[in-house]
């Protein structure tokens, strides 16, 4: 997935899931952020499920569908048939995500999501809108899925971006076995680090992978210097506990380079994107923290010394 | 808000709107004397302005500071039967209906019946206009194609600048003497018209003192019965201030607010001008007074927010004079559009933003009313500060202030022939309209419906809507074989339908420079007095005529359908696309879909939309810009709706954008409500490839959720937003915090908000993307921040 061998920003690509501008909570000023596909954790409570896989997805969104059937026609495969009442299926086997569905859509409600672009395509895009850039302080971040999934693509956009004079900022969960963050981060102006929860157990259970090499990458980092925000989602009942919060204040309290932490409360958003790829419903049901809960954890980071954000 | 704000504001929001026969029975009774039947035309509009202020009632409302209202109560609201006879169909209809109704009893029905609709009849200017129109004229205005402002008011259109308060009646009355002293006979063939015209001046000016006065004597009978030894000390404290304004010039901050009142009632009560005529730079006027005040202990901040909350009030005591038939359909509104200036430049070209600016917003923010409106204007050379505190209102959702470019305010009148300086001084007024203010008659002629034109151009000169030939024959659309030579049909029906507008329009002019000359205001604007001539003859230094162009987005998107479809990629063709259109999509869903979502569209900065935009921008400009009216000025364009996008929609048939018939046309420069679909960067620089610089005011509509500026960084991101739109030289954007109840609306009808943004938790996103759960979840936030 990683374009590996083809270095010239012409040719090097990598798959892209959205390109947002006007984002303003994923680092310092109006940011354009580039979502990379793919990413090393399953956190159960997932807000972008189509960011999971490495490659491209087919999104059925059920809301905009006309139940006008060009998608059915449009197949080559026969991957997607029409019940009686008209509503669409689709048979994931079958589809190998050629978009002619997609195509055949003019209700917007068969999607690719997930799109090949070259190193060249993204700086055209993020381009646009320099001049926000330039007046905010603001200016480019990688996010995903992970970008640590799609190393060498991400450092590539992140040089060009260097090389254009465009401020960076690398969003990420940290589990980089290979070294791949402290390539990156040595390219980004500001980390935004995720940390969901301290404990190893309980992280293996919640994402699918240990925390040790998460904390162990933000320890390195906040050595190296990068300017770090840290990100924690607060999911009800599963990591906004006292415990939690303190042994996450414990870990962040020494490191000189993070200075800011933002709250992200846990929202319903994940479980539709769930259904639009086919990924069925949640293993579980979350709920984000009540609010004098989130106002409690606000004030423990505040009294800890840093500066607080809710939101990013 | 103190308690007596509390009390003042409640009695104005309380007040409801009512016809009063006070003025039209005034100005009637003055018309019918025979001896004014011999008058120049001047000196009776002057006397007859001289009869209302000399006998209207005298109001004092409980507790009020600043004193003096329209009408004999707050809210009761004159006609002008001289511009516009209300019918007792039209007092009957204003009664009943349920949007910006006037409540009229019987007696006022009555009155009307007897007395003022029999003497006006075929007399007023609005019966004048409609026979002097050509058919071309009334053909195309009841099409949709344009509306005109003159039917049912009287030109305005001006603003205030610093004068009044440095001179009082009595200073302007010795300018004019000089000026009838200066007067030769023998070499001015116009010496006897100016002669006339500077005597009436002189007679207005003479009558605002006499109401002063009025308003003295009667402080002082209601202090004499004040038990309360307070109330007592504030109405001996009101008289001492109407003796001295507006004879003389005011010497402390609540004498040159009152000076300022008694001028804006005597331009309202002369005529139901369009509209906005207001205080304009109020922080610059008001500046010295306060630092004063302050300085020799007379005035506390606290005591001058009071006076300028009591100011507040008497605004929104004054709604918009009644309007029907078009006329309400183009500005549905009780607001008259004062539009309070705060911040730009000085003069001298340095930041003129001050303590006073910032206690001004204080003001907006705590009262809350409809009017005045209000507005902050931005230079480059302006603190963030006082950008990040007007945002801080705006957040509160009642769509106050909006944000202006002082820059490029500056550079529009420049362009026009104003001196820097004038347009330092100047400002912008009604929504979104840039003036010299105090010294430039820039009137709004009318709007004009772009996407109507197009629609015409489809019919070869045809309106579908009538199956009436209005247009030029510029060819049957199926035979043009390229998009150039529809685009240039389409540019010659913008010429045509502007041409039969513009001989309108000077028709008009003429029409109240002949038969209804506006001596009192004269006064005010530079330079009537020095040219002996009235403000709607040319006296002013400046004189514009606007046309308002509407629909910037619709038409752009309906071009880009058109050449994507049917000239680039002959996904349909002509036949098939006007098959639909007459079928309003019934039938031709799929064409549509591919319309709405697999086309170009403005408002994403996407250069194939954003082009066609600036095509018929330039058609549209160089249809206008330029040409001069009888009165010695220039024609000019504008991009601004009021509410003439829904009736224009009203008007226009389904058109190649996906829009369905009688749906709203796009309003101001907005892209076409939800398509937008790239964020407000995006839209940004889609409205950056529009030379502002070239119109006299456009006006952009953005929609955010609270949340998105609830905390520091949502402020900041809109800040920078605001300030790269202006580094692109856009003239105005403000900003509608929208509530739950759009986003409930958002939710049933999603493809008619596919732009409108939220902010859901770490990031933003397309509300209707969002899923029902979440959608609900966001609904229920906005409820909960919403005050």
């Not at chain 1, 905009?64 to 009686?84: F, L, Q």
């Not at chain 2, 308003?215 to 309360?228: S, W």
């Not at chain 2, 705060?342 to 001004?360: A, F, H, M, Q, R």
């Not at chain 2, 409930?744 to 029902?772: H, M, N, W």
Request: hydrophobic share 40%.
């Amino acid at each position: 997935m990683d374009g590996n061998g083809e270095r010239s920003p012409k040719t090097l690509s990598g798959w892209v899931f959205d390109i947002k501008r006007y984002s303003i909570h994923d680092g310092p000023g109006i940011r354009t952020t580039v979502f990379l596909k793919g990413c090393a954790l399953r956190c159960l409570w997932c807000h972008n499920p189509e960011s999971l896989a490495p490659g491209p997805e087919l999104m059925h969104w059920t809301g905009r569908c006309a139940r006008c059937h060009a998608c059915v026609r449009a197949c080559p495969r026969g991957a997607i048939s029409a019940d009686a009442a008209g509503a669409i299926a689709i048979d994931r086997s079958k589809c190998d995500l050629c978009g002619r569905c997609a195509d055949a859509c003019l209700y917007d409600a068969m999607q690719i999501v997930g799109r090949r672009m070259s190193v060249d395509e993204v700086m055209a895009e993020v381009e646009k809108d320099r001049l926000f850039y330039e007046q905010s302080g603001g200016g480019v971040t990688l996010s995903g899925g992970d970008p640590l999934v799609q190393a060498g693509f991400a450092e590539a956009i992140l040089d060009a971006c260097r090389a254009r004079g465009l401020s960076t900022a690398l969003d990420t969960a940290g589990w980089s076995p290979n070294g791949a963050l402290e390539r990156l981060a040595r390219k980004a102006d500001v980390v935004l680090f995720d940390l969901k929860c301290v404990d190893e157990t309980r992280h293996r259970e919640l994402t699918g992978v240990s925390s040790a090499p998460i904390l162990a990458n933000l320890e390195r980092l906040a050595a190296a210097g990068p300017e770090i925000w840290v990100r924690v989602p607060l999911v009800g009942g599963v990591n906004d506990d006292d415990g939690n919060i303190r042994r996450t204040i414990e870990v962040l309290r020494p490191l000189e380079a993070v200075k800011r932490i933002g709250l992200l409360p846990y929202h319903a958003g994940g479980a539709d994107k769930a259904r639009r790829i086919g990924a069925g419903p949640p293993v579980r049901e979350f709920e984000a923290p009540a609010e004098a809960r989130i106002a409690a954890i606000e004030s423990a980071f505040r009294d800890a010394g840093f500066e607080v954000r809710r939101g990013g | 808000m103190n308690e007596r704000i509390v009390r003042l504001r409640n009695q104005t929001l309380e007040a409801k709107p009512t016809i009063s026969a006070e003025r039209a029975v005034l100005v009637t009774e003055f018309y019918k004397r025979p001896e004014t039947r011999g008058l120049s035309v001047p000196m009776r509009r002057a006397l007859a302005f001289r009869h209302i202020l000399e006998n209207k009632a005298i109001v004092f409302n409980d507790g009020e500071l600043i004193v003096g209202e329209r009408g004999p109560a707050p809210k009761a609201t004159p006609t002008y039967p001289e511009v516009c006879i209300h019918s007792l169909q039209d007092l009957r209809y204003l009664h009943d209906r349920k949007k910006t109704a006037f409540a009229s009893d019987e007696e006022t029905r009555r009155v009307y019946a007897e007395e003022i609709i029999p003497f006006w009849q075929g007399r007023s200017q609005r019966d004048r206009l409609f026979a002097a129109m050509t058919k071309d004229w009334i053909d195309a205005y009841e099409a949709g194609v344009f509306t005109e402002f003159m039917e049912q008011r009287a030109p305005g259109h001006t603003v205030l600048d610093g004068k009044i308060y440095r001179k009082g009646m009595l200073d302007f009355k010795k300018d004019i003497e000089r000026a009838l002293a200066a007067l030769d006979v023998l070499t001015d063939p116009a010496a006897y018209d100016k002669q006339e015209e500077l005597k009436g001046m002189a007679v207005c000016a003479d009558a605002l003192i006499a109401f002063g006065r009025r308003h003295a004597d009667k402080a002082r009978e209601l202090a004499a019965g004040e038990k309360d030894p307070v109330r007592k000390g504030e109405l001996e404290r009101i008289a001492e201030v109407c003796d001295r304004v507006p004879a003389e010039a005011p010497r402390d901050f609540w004498e040159a607010l009152q000076m300022y009142w008694f001028v804006h009632l005597g331009v309202i009560i002369e005529y139901n001008t369009w509209d906005s005529f207001n205080p304009g730079r109020l922080d610059q006027h008001l500046r010295p007074f306060y630092e004063r005040g302050l300085a020799d202990g007379t005035l506390t901040k606290d005591s001058a927010r009071e006076l300028l909350q009591a100011f507040w009030v008497k605004f929104n005591n004054q709604p918009a004079p009644p309007k029907v038939g078009v006329t309400a359909e183009e500005s549905g509104t009780y607001t008259d559009f004062a539009l309070i200036n705060v911040g730009g430049l000085k003069e001298d070209g340095t930041d003129g933003v001050n303590e006073l600016s910032y206690l001004i917003l204080d003001v907006i923010q705590e009262m809350r009313l409809l009017q005045p409106s209000s507005m902050v204007q931005i230079s480059a050379k302006g603190p963030d500060a006082f950008l990040l505190r007007a945002l801080e209102i705006v957040r509160t959702g009642f769509g106050q202030p909006s944000i202006f470019n002082t820059d490029a305010i500056v550079q529009e009148l420049v362009r026009q022939g104003k001196s820097v300086v004038d347009a330092r001084n100047g400002g912008c007024s009604g929504c979104v309209e840039a003036g010299a203010f105090g010294k430039e008659a820039y009137i709004l002629t009318g709007y004009f419906n772009l996407p109507k034109v197009f629609e015409i151009t489809l019919g070869n000169g045809v309106d579908p809507r009538t199956g009436k030939r209005i247009g030029l024959e510029t060819g049957d659309s199926e035979g043009f074989k390229t998009f150039d030579e529809l685009f240039e049909a389409f540019r010659k029906q913008v010429r045509h339908f502007v041409d039969i507008k513009v001989r309108g329009s000077n028709v008009i002019e003429r029409l109240y420079a002949t038969y209804l000359p506006a001596p009192f205001l004269s006064v005010l604007v530079d330079d009537c007095v020095a040219n002996g001539k009235d403000y709607h003859a040319g006296g002013a230094r400046y004189n514009s005529n606007y046309i308002q162009g509407v629909g910037m987005g619709t038409i752009t998107d309906v071009l880009s359908a058109v050449r994507y479809n049917v000239y680039d990629h002959g996904h349909f063709t002509m036949a098939g696309l006007r098959e639909a259109l007459a079928a309003n999509f019934a039938g031709h869903e799929g064409l549509r879909q591919r319309v709405l979502n697999r086309t170009p569209k403005f408002g994403n900065d996407d250069d194939y939309a954003d082009s066609l935009m600036t095509r018929v921008f330039e058609a549209y400009f160089e249809a206008v810009d330029g040409r001069p009216t009888p009165r010695g000025g220039t024609y000019r364009i504008n991009l601004l709706p009021t509410t003439a996008h829904i009736y224009f929609g009203k008007m226009t048939g389904a058109t190649a954008d996906g829009r369905l018939a009688g749906d709203a046309v796009s309003e101001g420069v907005s892209p076409v409500q939800g398509a937008d679909r790239k964020g407000p960067t995006a839209v940004i620089k889609s409205l950056g490839k529009m030379d502002h610089i070239r119109t006299g005011g456009t006006l952009l509509n953005q929609k955010f959720t609270p949340q998105l500026l609830a905390d520091e960084t949502g402020r900041r991101g809109l800040k920078d937003l605001v300030r790269s739109y202006f580094k692109l030289m856009g003239h105005h954007i403000q900003f509608n915090v929208v509530t739950a109840d759009l986003l409930r609306t958002a939710q049933a009808q999603p493809e008619k908000y596919r732009d409108l943004i939220v902010r859901v938790a770490g990031y933003s996103d397309y509300f209707v993307d969002c899923g029902t759960e979440l959608q609900n979840e966001i609904i229920r936030r906005t409820e909960h921040q919403e005050i």
